[in-house]
């Protein structure tokens, strides 16, 4: 007998499945394969200080702890390593922005997050142009996503719990438990699309790349399999099914200009959307007038970091009645 119908197997549906199936319920996950998936285009960077003002993320703390919880346990049970912690350089874009960085370094509270910088020469040394230098933060972390998502497809194929189809609406038993977890495609979803959603397309280039550094200016260069690097990323609020594009893919080597890839190909072009919120917080909860319909979405561009610890106030919420947390809790709109 199923205790939760899950649909969709991107990182927010995987997440959540694990949680529920380690607190002993039984689920069945829906994946109908959908172009344009965030998750299948993510490269699951967690960045303790974002933007230009390099702040720590709400939350960030407990997420990280969460994260660790949740990921170490599935390469435990799994077998496989997805999980790893990398130095992430972040170049700074101005003289403002060190002297930011360098007045973070004297504040305990950014320890945690800070390991020292870099001057323009080390980068030169290695082919990067970082004209105000760089700092190296601490806690950066990189989920290989498709292999945490292969490994916990196999485990719920292997435990009966996969479905690999669309969910049909109207399929299933009346009052059955339904955690909907579809990404930007909310938006076809008849009982939650007229929620304050916001997505946004973005695109990734893979590259062939010597420098096997984490370097971020706002944008990013990750290294991934054998010696290519991921190239990433744009903001198209509008055209979401139409990557990826030419236009894509000149504004990230636009961005990405700390590196010369002006003799290089590129093997790889994806696109996806990401399922972000006009508040910039994600949206879970149940249905204010269908008490077994729940949503757990709106991760935008940071559901590496946010997924599993809101996965488990989602599971505490579910099985324990807690409340959700008031910055995420679908009740917020209604
Ligand atoms: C270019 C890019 C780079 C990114 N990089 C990062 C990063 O470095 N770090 C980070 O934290 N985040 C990153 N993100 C954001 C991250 O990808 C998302 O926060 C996260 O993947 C959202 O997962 P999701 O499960 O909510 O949505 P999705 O990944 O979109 O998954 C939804 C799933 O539901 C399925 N589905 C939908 N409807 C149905 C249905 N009716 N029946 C069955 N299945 C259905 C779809 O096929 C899909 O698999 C990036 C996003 C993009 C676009």
Redesign the pocket.
Known sequence: MTDYII???????SVMAHHLIARGQKVEV?????PH??????????NPLIGPKLNPPFMITECLIENELFFRQCERAWGRKFYQTIPLHRLFMSEKQKKAWNEMEKNSDFISFQNGQWNSVQYQKIGILAEHGGGITKNAWQLD?PSFLGASKEYLIANNSWRN???EKGSKKEGQKIIF?????VQ?NPWFKDLPFAPA????LTVQSKINLALSNGSWHLPGFADYAYL??TWDHQNLFSGPTENGKKEILRKCNFVDFSKKDFPQH??????GTKDRQPIIGVHPDHGNLFLF?G???????T?PHYAKKMTDFLLKNKPLPTESNLNRFI
């Open positions: 649909i969709g197997h991107g990182l927010a549906g829906f994946e109908a394969e959908l998936s965030a998750s299948a285009v993510s490269v699951g960077l967690v996503v189809s669309a969910f977890c579809e990404g930007f495609r076809e397309r973005g695109e990734v990433g990323s994806l696109s996806g959307v990401r399922s979405n991760f935008g561009s940071r559901g590496t970091s997924i």
